[in-house]
């Protein structure tokens, strides 16, 4: 199974910092990957697929980017509703694998 | 409107068997592929099982060989049947429509919990 590491588990940044959160593939998966948000006693909500194209109605402030190996979510002004943790997802191929998730705060 | 609703859930002993449903409202299950997602409690997310439009079916690790992922076109509903039960099965079991997909749904969720 391709494994999908993911840093940090957890970070803390003010109102307004840019943050960014990554993962790293233990195989090339293209840009089969997917980011999710996930609140507290809340389903998942995907914001980016395809790596780097943005779901509908989903913030400007969250970009995905890379290919192959590494990929990165970036928000680019934190702010207090982003409060959540984040997590990436690859369906390359099967079994489809999680990364184990970041926790962000906000100071 | 939109939506799917997971129920199923429930409290079972370790090495028994409960299976889990998911059924889709306004459209139609056996149009898209869909998929079984898990969080035990406290923990992250865990990809369990999808099912095409195809009826092509595909297994977490963890899980392949013990559940068992259908559907029932009539009454728009994907099933997880799970066996052999074990008490890291407990979990938050998510039914999710088209996963990485700008199509994306998911339901709220229903409670597995394994123990004696």
């Known amino acids: 199974a391709i494994q999908m590491t993911q840093s940090p588990s957890s970070l803390s940044a003010s109102v307004g910092d840019r943050v960014s959160i990554t993962c790293r593939a233990s195989q090339g998966i293209g840009n089969d990957l997917g980011w999710y948000q996930q609140k507290p006693g809340k389903a998942p909500k995907l914001l980016i697929y395809?790596?780097?194209t943005l779901q509908s109605g989903v913030s400007s402030r969250f970009n995905g980017s890379g290919s192959g190996t590494d990929f990165a979510l970036t928000i680019s002004s934190l702010q207090p509703e982003d409060v959540a943790a984040y997590y990436c997802l690859q369906d390359y191929n099967y079994p489809w694998t999680f990364g184990q998730g970041t926790k962000v705060e906000v100071k | 409107e939109v939506q799917l609703e997971e129920s199923g859930g429930g409290l079972v002993q370790p090495g028994g068997s409960l299976r889990l449903s998911c059924v889709g409202s306004?459209?139609?299950?056996?149009?898209?592929?869909m998929s079984w997602v898990r969080q035990a409690p406290g923990k992250g997310l865990e990809w369990v099982s999808v099912i095409y439009s195809s009826g092509s079916t595909y297994y977490g690790d963890s899980v392949k060989g013990r559940f068992t992922i259908s559907r029932d076109n009539s009454n728009n509903t994907v099933y997880l049947q799970m066996s052999f039960l074990r008490a890291e099965d407990t979990a938050v079991y998510y039914c999710?429509?088209?996963?990485?997909?700008?199509?994306?749904?998911w339901g709220q969720g229903t409670l597995l919990t394994v123990s004696s």
């Open positions: 395809a790596a780097s």
């Open positions: 999710a429509r088209k996963l990485n997909n700008y199509d994306d749904l």
């Open positions: 306004g459209f139609t299950v056996n149009s898209n592929y």
